[in-house]
Structure formats: C-alpha cells, structure tokens
C-alpha cells in the first residue's frame, strides 16, 4: 500500500503499519464527512486505535441518534467513490493559526498554542477537508475499502472533566471487506455473551440512574452467585490458614495519607466528607486497613506469616466512559487478603500464592491467560514512590521468586503499583481484550510507612514484607467473566436455580408441588413453575432464558408411578427415574463443583 508523508513523499507503507495508516486516514474522512453534513462542527483530536478510529468533535447542542450516525456512513462512502487524492502541505506557525481561525477550528488553535516549542505544521488536505495532522496517509480515499461507524459516546477535551464535554464518534476500518465480516460476527458474538444483556434475562443484578452510575445492585439470583464464589473461595483460603475480617468502608484521608495513597491515588477516590472536624473517604482498596489490624498488637516472627482476607466492599470515581455493568463499576467487592510475612517467608508464600491462583483456574477451567511482571518506570517520579533501592530490592526479589518457582512471564515496565512490583495474570476472555483477574503483588513499602514491627528470634524489631494479593480479582469482575464464558449457563453448584419443575398440567401440579418441597428440603435451589402455559413454553423459558441446568417434567405418567423425567439445559432428555436418583446425582455434581 503507497501512503503520503507530510513532506508530500510517497512511499510505500510498512506491512505492519497499513492498519494504523488506513484507520488514520478514516478518521480524516469521517471528520470530513462529518462536516459537510454539520458545518458548524469544531474538530479535536481524530487518532487511530487499536480496533479502528475516532473523531472528538464539538457539535454545539446537536445531540446524535443512530440514524444519524448511518447518514455519516454514508457520506464517508461517497468521499471514498469520489476518490479524492490526499496532499499534505507545512505552514509556519503564524500562517498556520491564520488557516484554523480563517475555518474557525479553535481546539485545532488552542492545540497550537499548547505546542509552544513547534515552529511549522503540517496538514494533510483531501476535497475540501483540510486537518492538522503529522500523517502518514494513504495516497487517495478509495484506498479505504472496508469501515463502519460505530457509535457515539462523551469526552472531554483533554481527557479533563474540567473542560467541555465532545462527542466521540467511533468507527473500525480493515483492510479488506472479509476482515470486516469476520469483525461484525465477533461483535455478534460479543453481544451474545454481553454480561450486561445476560444479567437482565437471567435478573441478575440491575443499576438505576436514580442510584447511581456504576453501583451495580445484585438482585436475588446474582447474590446467590456472589454468595456461592464468596464461600467457595474462603473455603480454600480458610484451609490454607487465612483468617478472615470484616473492616469499614471508609476511612480518614490522614490514613491515605499514611499509606501514600492519598498523593498518588486521591483523583480515583471519591471526594472527603467532612465530620466533626475530620476527613472521611470511601475507601479504594483496603491494605491501610489490614496494616492497623497486624500493628494492633505486638507480633513475633513465631506467629508469621500472617495472612488477613476479606471480601471488601471498594470505591473508586471510575469515569464515567470506563464503566461496564459489574466488569468496571464505582462499586466492588474485592476477594484480598495481605499476607505479613518474613524476608525468608517471600518465596514460600508467593508459591503458595501462584498455586491458589492456578488451582482456581483448574476448577473453573480457565486456560488462556498469562503471567506479567510489573514493575515501576524509573523515570516516573510522580506514579511510585520515589526509593530506588526499596524497587531495585522488590524487583529482584519477585523475578527470582517467579524464575524459581518455574513460571513463565514477561515483564512491563510502567506497570506496577506505586509501592511495589506485581504479578498480574491477564486472562483471554472469549470475546474482547485480555484484563487482569488475579495478582500477587510484593510491598517494601507501606509496611516501612506504618512503621510495623515484629519481634525477631534475636529479640530484634524487624519490619515485615507484605504481600498483597487477589485470586479472585473483584468477585463483580470475576462474575462477570464467568457470565460472558459460559453466556450465563453456569454450572449446578453455581446456578442461582439449580432445578425448576414443570408440571404439565394442574392435574399433576399437586405431585409437583410435593416434589418441589423434596428438593428444598434437600437444600437445593428449586423453582415451580405454576404457570398456565404450555410446557414447551416452559421448557424454552427454562431452558434460554433462566439457564436452568435440570428441569424435571411431570405428567400423570411421573406422578402414578413416583418419578420425573429430567431434562437438560442442553436439551438432552436423560429420561424418566426416581426423584431419590436425581437427588443424588445432581447433589453429587454440587459437591463437587463439577464443570
């Protein structure tokens, strides 16, 4: 593919680089289609993404529908047929102001402004669109052959929320019209397995404006999932000697400043609250509170180590733009614990620690992720705390910790916490980009901060280490994960209705009645359908919409001769035997938390 430089230089593009050069050059295109239909339209930034481009472009009070987003589609199409050559030209400053106040582009203005050291611009001219922009670009607009608009959303300028409030245009573009087909299918897929859509046909959990954005609440069935992952993953921290507590949701912001938080975290944090002379804040996580707990009380190395866990109910002012059902919320429920441990103890426990990870993937069946080192960028003074021998030490420590321990990872720089260095293993999930869901991070730091202490075996105060650690991640996030692989066809132990019984008449609806109270007393989750519809109804409803793993039809054949035909959520029939049977089988399948 040829592409255009902003010296006017036509070369031939890097195979590597088609993709960014093409959705570059349609973010050009969209803003010029963009306005011909609305040419009062103020642009600002157009870059290319990963998946495809955007545009921020201040409308005034124009408020875009979908419609409208197709008609901007379709103009692109006709500057595409137009095929117009793209030129680039470079003016210096002073004629380059002139050029964007002469087509009133005032963010392109104030962009120049903010470039105070750049003597010359360059801008890159298709028709009568002319934009600001460093390119390359492809030579002529037929040369995008495969793009779609896609939606719309807020931003502000700058990415500050002081600023006024864009709308984002977004669109995809690829190289050929199949890459395009194959993306739509992916995008079905994901609309399939969407946590949000599974949530409300299986009433999982809802959010309400009237709340607040990003505080998810779990209704019956999604609590009764939440509940189940809560008790399934205490029960394993409880067998390997962690001891569970229960800390309050806020905190005083001198806590946060003890911690650090409060210097290199408080733009995520809600803001203070003050009483009686006091600052209070939502907490955003909770090792300041789990470091007051282990400095309670005088601690010996004989103790150690100490492992504190809790299912923390956490706050963070997540933009509005990042928030995801209960994928990204305001509102989460972490599964942490933090581990006090001894110098000696590191290796130890962050096996211990890696084994529980990969253990609770081998029940849930989770096998496409991988392991990343994060560690600090030396540079950044602002985003870590500022010790280089306390990183230098942590760094070493964790890498040869996951050397020995046979682990495979790379490492990313710039990714750590602000007190210490972190595995992060980053789960592929089924639809979408990969995102952490456990991480095992090592801390130098905070414990040094709260000035903790234990007695050594030679009578010496040492100050520990402390690991933090999530297997879980948030259970929110875990959950929703789960929802999206399995598109909510959970297994029994974790299905919010583990059997629904589907009489199919009145006649035997007092059969099913008993049945329903057998399975209660046998402590499983059982639902009767009293409806009067059809049983093929009921089995569709049952089966699509509830996701429920068993059904047991009863007829008058099942109630003379005490028994229930079993279905499937699959749709297999496993035919007709004793309810004692089936209380046994799926039982046996709950307590073992079979797949």
């Known amino acids: 593919m040829k592409i255009i430089d902003r010296n006017g230089q036509v070369a031939e593009c890097?195979?590597?680089?088609?993709?960014?050069?093409?959705?570059?050059?349609?973010?050009?295109?969209?803003?010029?289609?963009?306005?011909?239909?609305?040419?009062?339209?103020?642009?600002?930034?157009?870059?290319?993404?990963?998946?495809?481009?955007?545009y921020d472009v201040d409308l005034g009070d124009k408020k875009l529908t979908s419609e409208d987003l197709e008609e901007i589609e379709k103009e692109m199409k006709k500057i595409v047929k137009q095929n117009l050559p793209f030129k680039s030209f470079v003016l210096p400053r002073?004629?380059?102001?002139?050029?964007?106040?002469?087509?009133?582009?005032?963010?392109?203005?104030?962009?120049?402004?903010?470039?105070?050291?750049?003597?010359?611009?360059?801008?890159f001219q298709q028709g009568e669109y002319v934009d600001m922009c460093l390119g390359p670009h492809i030579c002529y607009t037929k040369a995008l052959k495969a793009f779609k608009v896609t939606q719309q959303s807020g931003a502000y300028w700058k990415n500050d929320s002081e600023n006024k409030m864009l709308t984002r245009i977004n669109g995809v573009a690829f190289r050929t019209a199949e890459e395009l087909a194959e993306w739509e299918k992916q995008q079905a897929?994901?609309?399939?397995?969407?946590?949000?859509?599974?949530?409300?046909?299986?009433?999982?959990?809802?959010?309400d404006d009237l709340v607040g954005r990003g505080l998810p609440m779990f209704l019956p069935n999604g609590y009764v999932v939440w509940q189940e992952l809560e008790n399934y993953i205490k029960e394993k921290e409880r067998r390997l000697g962690y001891q569970h507590v229960l800390t309050p949701c806020v905190g005083t912001v001198d806590l946060y400043k003890t911690s650090g938080h409060w210097d290199h975290y408080k733009d995520n944090m809600f803001p203070p609250m003050e009483m009686e002379g006091e600052s209070y804040v939502l907490r955003p996580m909770n090792c300041p509170h789990h470091m007051r707990i282990f400095a309670n009380r005088p601690r010996s190395y004989r103790?150690?180590?100490?492992?504190?866990?809790?299912?923390?109910?956490?706050?963070?002012?997540?933009?509005?733009?990042?928030?995801?059902?209960?994928?990204?919320?305001?509102?989460?429920?972490?599964?942490?614990?933090?581990?006090?441990?001894?110098?000696?103890?590191?290796?130890?426990?962050?096996?211990?620690?890696?084994?529980?990870?990969?253990?609770?993937?081998?029940?849930?069946?989770?096998?496409?992720?991988?392991?990343?080192?994060?560690?600090r960028d030396p540079a950044d003074k602002k985003k870590y705390h500022d010790d280089d021998e306390m990183w230098n030490n942590a760094e070493s420590a964790l890498r040869e910790v996951l050397t020995e321990l046979g682990i495979n990872f790379t490492e990313e720089i710039g990714e750590a916490a602000f007190y210490g260095p972190k595995l992060d293993v980053n789960v592929k999930p089924a639809v979408g980009a990969e995102y952490t869901l456990s991480t095992c991070q090592l801390d130098f730091c905070l414990p040094?901060?709260?000035?903790?202490?234990?007695?050594?075996?030679?009578g010496s105060e040492k100050c520990p280490v402390v690991i933090h650690r999530a297997i879980l991640g948030s259970l929110d996030r875990f959950m929703a994960y789960l929802i999206?692989?399995?598109?909510?066809?959970?297994?029994?132990?974790?299905?919010?209705?583990?059997?629904?019984?589907?009489?199919?008449?009145?006649k035997t609806l007092d059969y099913a009645r008993a049945v329903n109270e057998k399975l209660l007393d046998a402590g499983l989750r059982a639902v009767l359908d009293e409806s009067n519809e059809k049983i093929g109804y009921k089995i569709r409803l049952a089966q699509q919409e509830d996701r429920v793993p068993y059904m047991l039809v009863l007829g008058g054949k099942e109630a003379e001769a005490n028994t229930v035909a079993v279905r499937t959520r699959s749709g297999e029939d496993l035919g007709?035997?004793?309810?004692?049977?089936?209380?046994?089988?799926?039982?046996?399948?709950?307590?073992?938390?079979?797949k």
Not at 14 to 21: I, K, N, Q, R
Not at 362 to 369: E, R, V
Not at 450 to 458: A, G, P, T
Request: aromatic letters at 10%; a negative charge; proline letters at 4%.
């Open 14 to 54: 890097a195979p590597e680089e088609e993709l960014h050069v093409l959705r570059h050059s349609a973010a050009h295109i969209m803003a010029q289609a963009i306005k011909r239909l609305y040419p009062e339209a103020d642009f600002a930034f157009g870059p290319a993404t990963q998946n495809g481009f955007y």
């Open 94 to 123: 002073e004629e380059a102001k002139k050029l964007m106040a002469e087509r009133k582009e005032n963010y392109k203005l104030e962009h120049i402004d903010d470039l105070a050291e750049e003597t010359e611009f360059s801008f």
């Open 189 to 207: 897929e994901a609309r399939e397995r969407d946590h949000r859509r599974i949530g409300r046909e299986m009433q999982l959990f809802m959010t």
């Open 303 to 375: 103790v150690m180590p100490i492992r504190i866990g809790e299912i923390a109910h956490d706050f963070r002012y997540e933009s509005s733009g990042t928030l995801k059902g209960i994928e990204r919320g305001r509102h989460f429920c972490q599964n942490d614990a933090h581990l006090f441990v001894t110098p000696e103890q590191i290796k130890s426990e962050v096996a211990s620690v890696c084994d529980l990870i990969f253990d609770v993937y081998k029940d849930f069946g989770i096998t496409d992720y991988r392991c990343v080192l994060s560690l």
């Open 448 to 458: 040094a901060r709260f000035e903790l202490r234990y007695i050594d075996r030679d």
């Open 484 to 506: 999206e692989e399995t598109k909510g066809r959970f297994p029994a132990w974790l299905a919010p209705v583990q059997v629904k019984v589907l009489p199919l008449s009145e």
């Open 576 to 594: 007709a035997m004793p309810l004692d049977d089936f209380i046994a089988r799926i039982k046996k399948e709950i307590e073992t938390r079979a």
